[in-house]
C-alpha cells in the first residue's frame, strides 16, 4: 500500500503505534494494577475478545500504510501471551515500518530474548522501579525481588537487543532509589529513565503530591554527577535525554505531568480487545475489532482510522487540572498498553 500522512485537529501525524497484547499480568505494580483492585476476582479479557496475531497484522499494515513508522508492543505483561516471537517475526516483515519495540517487566526475558531477537525484535524497555528487593518485591505487589529483572536485561542484551530501563518515580515509595538506579545503570552502561508517576486509570489512587517532577529528579542527579543535554532523536520524541559528562552513558525524562508534550504526540494505542485510543486519557476507544470482524475491507478500516485521527483533538496533560481530573472517564493503563 502506498504510504499517507494524515494529520489531526492540531497537525500532528499518526507516526506511532502502541498495541497492548494481552490485559493480564503477572505484577500487581501499585501504580498500575493495584493488588486489591486486580484480585482473584477480576474479570480480565477472554482470548476470543483479544485481537489474533493475524488481526494485529493486518491492521499494523493498514497504520503504516498510513504513516505510522514504529510500533510498540506492550500490555499489561506483552510476554505473557503466547508466542510472542510469531508475532514480532510478522510485524519485522512490514514494509515501512522501521521500529519495533517492546515494554516488559521484564521476567520472560530469559526464556524468549534469543527467540525475539531471531524474530526481529531491536530493543526492549524494561521496567524496574528499585534494586531493593524488599522494596520492589511491595512495589510489583508479587513478591518478586529483582534478581529475575536484572537476569531478564541480561539475557535481554546477551542476545543483542538494545534495552533501556524505565522507572516509575512515587514520592515516599521508591525516590530514595533515584540515586542507586542511576549509579547501577550508569556503570551497566544503561539508559535509564525516570517516569513521573501518572494519573492513568482510576484504580491507582494518583494525587499530584506523589509526583516527584523530573526537575527535582534533576536537581538530586547533579549533586552526584555533571549532566549535558542531549538532542532529541525526532519530532515526538517523549524522553528528555542527558549525557553523563565524559560518556556515552544517558539518562531520560518521561515527564508526563510536569512539562507535557501533547503538542508532539503521535501516539495512537491499540487495546488488546482491539479499541482505538487516540490519548492515553481518553477513555472513548473507537471499536475497531468488531468492524473488522463484521467484514470491513482494508480500505473501510484505513477511511474509519483515517476520520478517528483527523478528529483528534486529545491534549490531556497540557489541559490537566483538578477539574478534568475529576471528570475523566479514566482507562487503566494495563488495558489500554502503556
Ligand atoms: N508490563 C510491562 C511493563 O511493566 O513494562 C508493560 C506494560 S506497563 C503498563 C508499561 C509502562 O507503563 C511501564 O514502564 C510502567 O512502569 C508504566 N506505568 C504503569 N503505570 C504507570 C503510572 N501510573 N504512571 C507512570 N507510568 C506507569
Ligand atoms: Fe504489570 Fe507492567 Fe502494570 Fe507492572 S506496570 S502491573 S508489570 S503491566
Ligand atoms: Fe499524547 Fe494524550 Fe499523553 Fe498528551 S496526554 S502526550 S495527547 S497521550
Known amino acids: 500500500m502506498p504510504k ?18 494481552i490485559d493480564r499480568c503477572n505484577f500487581r505494580c501499585q501504580y498500575c494494577m493495584p493488588a486489591d483492585q486486580f484480585g482473584p476476582d477480576f ?14 497484522e493486518r491492521l499494523a499494515k493498514i497504520f503504516v500504510s498510513l ?23 510478522k510485524l519485522a516483515k512490514i514494509e515501512g515500518l522501521s521500529d519495533i519495540g517492546l515494554t516488559t517487566n521484564g521476567v520472560l526475558l530469559p526464556k524468549l530474548s534469543a527467540d525475539l531477537k531471531k524474530a526481529g525484535l531491536k530493543r526492549v ?15 510489583n505487589g508479587r513478591n518478586v525481588g529483582t534478581q529475575p529483572v536484572l537476569d531478564g536485561i541480561r539475557a535481554a542484551r546477551e542476545a543483542g537487543l538494545g534495552v533501556k530501563v524505565n522507572m516509575v518515580v512515587k514520592k515516599g515509595l521508591n525516590d530514595s532509589e533515584i540515586i542507586p538506579m ?8 544503561l539508559q535509564l529513565r525516570y517516569i513521573e508517576f501518572m494519573d492513568v486509570g482510576s484504580t491507582n489512587g494518583w494525587k499530584m503530591d506523589d509526583v516527584i517532577t523530573k526537575k527535582q529528579i534533576y536537581e538530586m542527579l547533579k549533586k552526584h554527577y555533571e549532566l549535558e543535554p542531549a538532542d532529541a532523536d525526532y519530532f515526538g520524541e517523549v524522553a528528555k535525554r542527558y549525557r553523563y ?9 518521561i515527564t508526563s505531568v510536569s512539562e507535557s508534550f501533547c503538542s508532539s504526540c503521535t501516539r495512537s494505542r491499540l487495546s488488546a480487545n482491539g479499541q482505538l485510543f487516540t490519548c492515553l486519557f481518553n477513555g472513548n476507544g473507537h471499536d475497531i475489532r468488531n468492524f473488522m470482524r463484521n467484514g470491513a475491507t482494508d480500505e473501510e478500516i484505513s477511511s474509519r482510522i ?25 482507562i487503566e493503563m494495563s488495558y489500554i498498553g502503556g
Do not use: H
Request: hydrophobic share 35%; charged share 35%.
Open 125 to 139: 524497555n524494561v521496567s524496574l522501579d528499585s534494586l531493593n528487593d524488599e522494596l520492589f518485591g511491595k512495589i
Open 306 to 330: 483515517i476520520g478517528i485521527w483527523n478528529g483528534r483533538d486529545d491534549r490531556y496533560s497540557d489541559e490537566r487540572t483538578a477539574e478534568t481530573l475529576k471528570n475523566r472517564k479514566k
Open 182 to 189: 542511576a549509579e547501577f545503570c550508569k556503570n551497566e552502561g
Open 4 to 21: 499517507s500522512i494524515i494529520k489531526d485537529k492540531f497537525n500532528r501525524p499518526l507516526r506511532d503505534l502502541r498495541i497492548s497484547v
Open 43 to 56: 474479570e480480565f479479557l477472554p482470548k476470543s475478545a483479544l485481537l489474533s496475531y493475524e488481526e494485529i
Open 245 to 253: 559528562k565524559g560518556t556515552d552513558v544517558q539518562v531520560g525524562f
Open 67 to 89: 504513516g505510522v513508522e514504529k510500533i510498540r508492543l506492550t500490555g499489561g505483561e506483552p510476554l505473557l501471551r503466547k508466542d510472542m516471537p510469531v508475532l514480532v517475526e
